[in-house]
């Protein structure tokens, strides 16, 4: 689900908390060592993603933000802001010259460049978290 996050407003924030989980609390975030990524260069999108980047020649950026049950990726596109909300369980991640997020017959793909080397702790966490996540759900032991 991608909304459009310019402004603040509720009705899309209990949506958001519905579908991803809550927010981490200030303290489990610094536990972890941050929640969020440094921005990265979009190098391709899904034919259906195109319409939230920018048309002209500029560089694209979007960040990832950790949530308790999945993961938020925000996109700029000039002044406008969209999130693209992602539960664990649709997320799929490949590591193919870059990073690649795929979920909800979407794709996402983030440019090999110093700004992905910057994130890779990052991307180490989000799989942690994903994995946490599946465990939960772990029926080969029943």
């Known amino acids: 689900m991608i909304l459009d996050s310019t402004y603040k407003n509720k009705d899309e924030k209990q949506i958001l908390e519905d579908l991803v989980g809550r927010s981490f609390t200030l303290f489990e975030s610094f536990k972890m060592k941050g929640i969020g990524s440094k921005r990265m260069i979009v190098d391709d999108v899904s034919p259906n993603l195109k319409q939230y980047l920018n048309i002209v020649s500029d560089i694209n950026y979007a960040n990832i933000e950790l949530r308790t049950g999945g993961i938020l990726i925000l996109i700029n596109k000039g002044l406008k802001n969209f ?49 946490k996540y599946d465990m939960q759900y772990n029926f080969q032991g029943v």
Do not use: C, M, R
């Open 83 to 131: 999130t693209w909300a992602i539960p664990y369980y649709q997320l799929v991640l490949y590591k193919t010259n870059g990073a690649s997020i795929h979920a909800q017959g979407k794709f996402i793909h983030f440019k090999n460049n110093k700004t992905f080397k910057e994130n890779k702790s990052f991307f180490a966490k989000l799989l942690d978290e994903k994995i």
